[in-house]
């Protein structure tokens, strides 16, 4: 192959060919050397690149910088923080297998698994995320392959307790999956306390500026996948001339089969200029989380103290429930807050659409700060049942602190109270 460090029609090779800026990839096809080549790597695609549909430079880089980051052995990005989470259930259930979720999480999540899911023959059996180990052992059935939860769940910011599932879940012979998209590896690395699977939207805080959406897969590389319940690793993949994944990639079987099957079928992978943008917002993510968590309890301090208030959820506070928990595995409460406001969805309505600084924006974990009404929009789709599974309330909003000046934020807040 052509020595591609060597300027064009110079033949100059310079020995400084790291650029200071991760270079964009910005292309589909990769050229071999001969036919025999690129035959070797269908057989094995580990071997080489094939087509951006389901690996590309750039992103391949991001996707090592954050399996660095949450401790894994390996990383792959996804289109979306959906189709993260979608391919992180399918790598283990087919039709007619069953998988537990916590009632906390995510509107959409809820649907894909509760309805989506449901229709292709998987089903999702929801536990509350405080529930006792007897009520979650009896949800388990000899077809369930995983268990799924949120670190800061999405917008009922319970607090997952992690090494409590993940305890129950390889109890049952079965890998913890978890959503650490509100923490990030920076306040939390799920890993450390017994998780197997670690999935993002890296639209939130990872890329922190609005400006891709995005998922990620991290492998722990840690499950035990001999165990019998998972032939898929154990047996020939007939779709790729009978390869046994964990004889072929050991620890990394789990991560390497989402790649070699679902990405390879669904494609749902990123742009290599998604990726570059991504990673703008991964080398300011851990100075931006403590920004965050700092503005975000001083203002969950402030709405405490209003009269117009009915009940701020903020793991940051002493008084949260969860607070014990944030204290175990969080070295911070992230920026979001959910506070539920007097007078329903009447108040809250009135309250967002006065404010001035804080934007009205179906987003969160932004550099700005952003607000929603979440029975109304991102879990809109919910029964009445299951918005209240879910923490949802008719006068909850979801604030999302930014990283403005503290004084401006909490003037924006003041004033729209006083509107």
Not at 175 to 192: E, G, R, S, W, Y
Not at 313 to 318: D, N, S, V
Not at 321 to 340: D, M
Not at 364 to 384: E, F, G, M, N, W
């Given at each position: 192959?052509?020595?591609?460090?060597?300027?064009?029609?110079?033949?100059?090779?310079?020995?400084?060919?790291?650029?200071?800026?991760?270079?964009?990839?910005?292309?589909?096809?990769?050229?071999?050397?001969?036919?025999?080549?690129?035959?070797?790597?269908?057989?094995?695609?580990?071997?080489?690149?094939?087509?951006?549909?389901?690996?590309?430079?750039?992103?391949?880089?991001?996707?090592?910088?954050?399996?660095?980051?949450?401790?894994?052995?390996?990383?792959?990005?996804?289109?979306?923080?959906?189709?993260?989470?979608?391919?992180?259930?399918?790598?283990?259930?087919?039709?007619?297998?069953?998988?537990?979720?916590?009632?906390?999480?995510?509107?959409?999540?809820?649907?894909?698994?509760?309805?989506?899911?449901?229709?292709?023959?998987?089903?999702?059996?929801?536990?509350?995320?405080?529930?006792?180990?007897?009520?979650?052992?009896?949800?388990?059935?000899?077809?369930?392959?995983?268990?799924?939860?949120?670190?800061?769940?999405?917008?009922?910011?319970?607090?997952?307790?992690?090494?409590?599932?993940?305890?129950?879940?390889?109890?049952?012979?079965?890998?913890?999956?978890?959503?650490?998209?509100?923490?990030?590896?920076?306040?939390?690395?799920?890993?450390?306390?017994?998780?197997?699977?670690?999935?993002?939207?890296?639209?939130?805080?990872?890329?922190?500026?609005?400006?891709?959406?995005?998922?990620?897969?991290?492998?722990?590389?840690?499950?035990?996948?001999?165990?019998?319940?998972?032939?898929?690793?154990?047996?020939?993949?007939?779709?790729?001339?009978?390869?046994?994944?964990?004889?072929?990639?050991?620890?990394?079987?789990?991560?390497?089969?989402?790649?070699?099957?679902?990405?390879?079928?669904?494609?749902?992978?990123?742009?290599?200029?998604?990726?570059?943008?991504?990673?703008?917002?991964?080398?300011?993510?851990?100075?931006?989380?403590?920004?965050?968590?700092?503005?975000?309890?001083?203002?969950?301090?402030?709405?405490?103290?209003?009269?117009?208030?009915?009940?701020?959820?903020?793991?940051?506070?002493?008084?949260?429930?969860?607070?014990?928990?944030?204290?175990?595995?969080?070295?911070?409460?992230?920026?979001?807050?959910?506070?539920?406001?007097?007078?329903?969805?009447?108040?809250?309505?009135?309250?967002m659409d006065s404010l001035k600084l804080a934007s009205n924006e179906v987003h969160v974990a932004d550099i700005r700060?952003?607000?929603?009404?979440?029975?109304?929009?991102?879990?809109?789709?919910?029964?009445?049942?299951?918005?209240?599974?879910?923490?949802?309330?008719?006068?909850?909003?979801?604030?999302?602190?930014?990283?403005?000046?503290?004084?401006?934020?909490?003037?924006?807040?003041?004033?729209?109270?006083?509107?």
């Amino acid at each position: 192959m052509r020595d591609e460090t060597k300027c064009l029609h110079s033949g100059y090779s310079p020995k400084n060919t790291e650029p200071r800026v991760m270079p964009i990839v910005q292309s589909t096809t990769y050229v071999f050397d001969s036919t025999d080549d690129v035959g070797a790597v269908f057989d094995d695609p580990t071997k080489a690149l094939i087509y951006s549909r389901f690996a590309n430079p750039t992103v391949m880089a991001v996707e090592a910088k954050i399996a660095d980051l949450e401790g894994g052995v390996g990383a792959m990005c996804t289109s979306s923080g959906q189709a993260a989470s979608l391919i992180s259930i399918l790598n283990l259930c087919k039709a007619g297998d069953s998988f537990i979720s916590t009632t906390q999480i995510y509107g959409g999540t809820v649907n894909l698994f509760a309805t989506t899911l449901q229709k292709y023959g998987v089903e999702c059996i929801f536990v509350d995320c405080d529930a006792d180990e007897a009520t979650i052992d009896a949800a388990f059935k000899p077809n369930t392959k995983a268990v799924f939860g949120e670190t800061l769940a999405n917008p009922a910011l319970t607090v997952l307790d992690i090494e409590r599932f993940a305890g129950i879940a390889h109890k049952h012979g079965v890998p913890l999956i978890v959503d650490n998209t509100f923490a990030t590896p920076i306040l939390c690395k799920p890993f450390d306390f017994g998780a197997d699977i670690v999935v993002h939207s890296t639209s939130k805080y990872m890329d922190g500026h609005a400006l891709q959406v995005g998922g990620v897969i991290v492998d722990s590389g840690k499950f035990n996948w001999k165990n019998g319940k998972f032939p898929d690793f154990t047996e020939p993949d007939e779709s790729y001339h009978g390869i046994n994944y964990i004889d072929a990639y050991g620890d990394s079987a789990y991560i390497i089969k989402a790649r070699m099957q679902l990405m390879r079928d669904f494609g749902a992978y990123p742009s290599a200029h998604s990726a570059f943008l991504l990673n703008l917002g991964l080398e300011t993510l851990a100075l931006r989380m403590e920004r965050y968590c700092e503005n975000a309890l001083k203002v969950a301090r402030y709405l405490e103290a209003s009269d117009q208030v009915e009940r701020v959820i903020y793991p940051g506070l002493e008084n949260n429930p969860h607070h014990r928990l944030a204290q175990k595995y969080l070295k911070g409460s992230s920026g979001v807050i959910s506070f539920v406001i007097k007078g329903g969805k009447a108040g809250a309505v009135k309250f967002m659409d006065s404010l001035k600084l804080a934007s009205n924006e179906v987003h969160v974990a932004d550099i700005r700060t952003c607000v929603l009404h979440p029975a109304s929009a991102t879990h809109r789709q919910l029964t009445d049942e299951q918005l209240v599974a879910a923490g949802i309330n008719p006068g909850m909003i979801r604030f999302s602190v930014g990283l403005e000046n503290i004084d401006d934020i909490l003037e924006d807040i003041a004033q729209a109270f006083a509107g």
